[in-house]
């Protein structure tokens, strides 16, 4: 389900994009430079998306299938372990130092 | 660990096998072992960042104050010093002197951990290491002296290039070991993310010194891949690296797994696939084919998809953590860091349109911009790096710990400021030179109104980088302390850690449970 | 997504498509464009620098006045009024906007992204040589308020040699800054001299394209 869904979204936006490229007023067209080829790149642009979008849902179906996106919450957790199990804060700030380091510590800068 | 008891846990990845003291030891010798070349990242890009902030206050004076620095005592007016020459020698320390650096030197230690696996072949990357910094070295002084190739963001002369290309290729061999070599199991996040940036920035980087450098191509076709190349450089190498980073520090030290893995591999790929196209948005209605600027719209609006999901994922990862904030120097400026991936991305999607990079294009806005993806976001996640990496390499706490609260309070605050000036000035000087703010409404008789002259419009920029520069000064002092603090822990000044893990564990150590207590 | 295979072919893809898209596509279509043959006279357009405005190039890019002027006359995205013209050529900055035959053989480009100083693709059309090296010596005295740096370095100072250098600066167009001591004269290095050869061949309105026409 999440996976058509991605592959949905992404397809439209691709083709919306494409149709409405910059969301500005179609008035602006006279101004865009057409130089006499121009047409062959936007054509293979258009070609471009669609086999990018096909081969995004392929990917993703793909992936589906083959279980790329099974245990994913385990694939979370590699990070910890036992040693540094999950629920265990890492990082603090350092302690303030007892009165005798201060002293020590007074001439170069606390 | 010694190297027998680590090839045994390699050839054995059941979990349960070891206890965790074990564990504790042997990511406390994985830590160890990036010790050098860490060091010598660190170190080097520490000089690099004090230096290209020095640059970059010389820089933004000369801006509102156009005399100054202009000549020197005894040599009298002199071309190494102006703001020609000064800016891009700062936008290349920053970039490949700090970020690049410290990137190199926080991704040696992510490796070393993601692969699980001590760092081998030190000699490798101490020797990229050193040839890097003659790189950027060499460059900054091209620059300085007017060799400047004259390209944006490749300013360096091309020496220099080949002298950083070879660096990277030694960094790259060097990765691809020790992914060979990692211990079996899944491939972390930050993993993908590092390995996408190793592999792309050679890529761009050799692309573009070919096409723009070596064997140039002319004009307009320059100007695309030129702005291919610098969007690049942040999109698929700074940020994959800053978000590796945020991938695995956020759960490492809040100590909850990343609340949806699923979005963490849509953001990854949507990414990889819409942030190669953006470059040329930099050109709207300039003077290359319509269909590139639309291409690149199209794609700089896709970023939506990325963009959202990391800043959904973290928020969710740090929902209920927030109070570390308080406690974490790492994590104050992870968040702070990816709050401001967010920001930028979002400020990026909202200049990529015509009609709004009609205004804020070739103003002071842009370079704001810049500044919240290379600065709020980058340059702060790598310092909360290194406040989580450095004490485990060298085996000693910070020093001081008010020395981190300015440093993280006058580059937060610098920086915020410096985006205000810089975003209001941008769209003061963007409206009116596109005659949208006018000095006179039309009227009647002055249908068009009367637009700002265009020494009008530079003297309302003034004030905005009169504000910068003092925002410059205070991220300086910010970046003083640090320094000050890096140089004290380095000269083991400070606390001594006990356990091979630890920092504000409830751990064997009875000193510091005194101390905290 | 645990193959180390699958995670590079997918890293490769995306930037493959990229790349095909923003560096060899422009390529092929840009690559090959020549320029415009005026059928009347046979110039070129545009027309080529001369050897000195070719090394006042390189001048140009040692001192970086790129991170403060661009050299685009660009259109407008905006619906604009009947009969007003793009923000750009309201300026004054060029009659037509620019193309990207305009920018033919340059190596490196100066597009720019930065407009703290105007716009210098027609700045040829604008100055003398004389004005402009008095601006680049010194530009706050010449534009009340200026703040483009001053290019100092670029001139030395000599002894007056019979009646003089021809493009010895004029300080009595140049208020308020001190002139030479008696007997010297503040000239122009050859670079700057080159540099402002290269100024004065911006001009890119002076011909036209046939692409403007559309």
């Known amino acids: 389900m999440k996976l058509a869904l991605t592959a949905l979204s992404l397809a439209y936006f691709s083709i919306v994009g494409l149709c409405r490229a910059d969301f500005s007023p179609v008035e602006y067209r006279d101004d865009i430079i057409l130089t006499p080829i121009s047409y062959v790149p936007t054509m293979i642009m258009v070609v471009v998306t669609l086999l990018i979008t096909v081969s995004v849902a392929l990917a993703l179906t793909w992936a589906g299938k083959s279980g790329q996106f099974e245990n994913l919450s385990s694939s979370a957790e590699t990070i910890f372990d036992e040693g540094e199990p999950v629920g265990q804060v890492t990082d603090k700030f350092p302690p303030h130092k007892p009165r005798k380091n201060k002293r020590r510590l007074k001439g170069v800068i606390v | 660990m010694s190297p027998i008891s680590a090839q045994q846990s390699a050839l054995n990845p059941d979990a349960d096998s070891l206890t965790p003291a074990q564990r504790m030891a042997e990511r406390a010798a994985i830590d160890r072992s990036c010790r050098t070349p860490c060091l010598v990242f660190f170190g080097t890009s520490m000089f690099w960042l004090m230096l290209g902030t020095i640059l970059a206050i010389i820089a933004s004076t000369k801006l509102h104050t156009p005399e100054f620095m202009v000549s020197l005592p005894f040599f009298g007016d002199v071309g190494l010093l102006t703001f020609g020459r000064i800016r891009p020698a700062h936008l290349n320390t920053v970039i490949y002197g700090w970020a690049s650096t410290a990137a190199l030197g926080v991704c040696v230690w992510l490796m070393a951990r993601l692969c699980r696996v001590q760092v081998m072949n030190t000699w490798i990357l101490v020797t990229a290491g050193a040839l890097w910094n003659l790189g950027v070295f060499v460059g900054m002084l091209g620059i300085l002296l007017g060799w400047s190739t004259g390209v944006e963001w490749l300013e360096m002369p091309t020496q220099a290039a080949f002298i950083l290309f070879t660096s990277y290729a030694l960094m790259s061999v060097w990765a691809i070991l020790m992914f060979a070599n990692r211990k079996p199991g899944h491939i972390f996040v930050s993993q993908w993310y590092i390995f996408g940036a190793l592999f792309w920035f050679p890529w761009l980087y050799g692309c573009v010194q070919i096409l723009l450098l070596l064997q140039p191509v002319e004009g307009s076709v320059q100007g695309i891949i030129n702005w291919w190349f610098a969007h690049n450089v942040l999109g698929l190498w700074f940020t994959p690296i800053g978000l590796a980073t945020a991938y695995y520090l956020i759960p490492k030290v809040t100590g909850k797994p990343i609340h949806s893995y699923y979005l963490s591999i849509l953001g990854f790929w949507s990414l990889a696939l819409f942030y190669s196209w953006n470059g040329g948005h930099h050109l709207v209605n300039g003077p290359v084919p319509a269909w590139i600027i639309s291409v690149s719209i199209v794609a700089s609006a896709m970023m939506i998809i990325p963009v959202v999901t990391v800043a959904i994922n973290h928020h969710l990862t740090m929902k209920g953590s927030f109070h570390l904030l308080k406690t974490s120097p790492t994590l104050r400026f992870v968040v702070f860091g990816a709050m401001s991936y967010t920001l930028a991305s979002l400020q990026g999607i909202s200049m990529a349109f015509r009609i709004s990079n009609e205004v804020t294009h070739f103003t002071h806005y842009t370079i704001g911009h810049s500044h919240v993806g290379m600065y709020l976001f980058f340059t702060m996640m790598m310092f909360g790096a290194m406040y989580y990496i450095m004490p485990r390499l060298v085996g000693w706490e910070w020093p001081s710990a008010r020395l981190i609260k300015i440093h993280f309070w006058c580059t937060a605050v610098g920086g915020v400021v410096m985006i205000i000036a810089l975003a209001g000035g941008g769209i003061e000087q963007g409206l009116k030179l596109v005659n949208i703010w006018l000095k006179e409404a039309p009227t009647e008789a002055n249908p068009s109104g009367t637009p700002y002259s265009f020494m009008e419009i530079l003297a309302g920029t003034l004030p905005w980088l009169w504000v910068r520069t003092m925002s410059g000064i205070l991220i300086f002092i910010g970046h003083v302390a640090f320094g000050i603090n890096f140089v004290l822990m380095l000269l083991r000044r400070g606390e001594r850690r006990l356990t091979p893990t630890l920092l504000g564990e409830k751990s064997s150590s009875p000193k510091l449970e005194a101390v905290t207590a | 997504m645990n193959k180390l ?48 405005a070719q090394r006042g190039r390189l001048v140009y890019a040692a001192n970086g006045c790129v991170y403060c002027h661009s050299q685009q006359v660009r259109g407008s995205a905006r619906r604009l009024p009947e009969g007003e013209v793009p923000p750009d050529i309201a300026r004054g900055w060029g009659a037509r906007r620019t193309f990207p035959r305009d920018y033919l053989g340059e190596r490196p480009h100066f597009l720019g ?23 680049l010596y010194a530009p706050a005295a010449i534009s009340r308020g200026s703040t483009m740096p001053p290019f ?63």
């Open chain 3, 113 to 135: 992204t930065m407009r703290t100083g105007p716009d210098l693709a027609n700045v040829g059309l604008r100055y003398t040589a004389d004005w402009q090296h008095r601006h």
């Open chain 3, 152 to 214: 100092r370095y670029l001139y030395k100072k000599q002894r007056i040699v019979g009646a003089g250098t021809p493009d010895a600066l004029d300080f009595s167009l140049i208020p308020g800054v001190e002139p030479p001591e008696e007997g010297y004269e503040i000239v122009p290095t050859e670079q700057a001299r080159d540099l402002v050869a290269y100024l004065l061949a911006l001009r890119r309105s002076s011909y036209d394209l046939p692409e403007a026409a559309e």
């Open chain 3, 5 to 52: 295979s699958t995670l590079f072919v997918g890293i490769f893809i995306t930037f493959v498509s990229a790349w095909l898209g923003l560096v060899v596509i422009p390529y092929i279509q840009l690559g090959g464009l020549k320029p415009e043959k005026d059928e009347i006279t046979g110039a070129l357009m545009p027309p080529a620098l001369s050897g000195s």
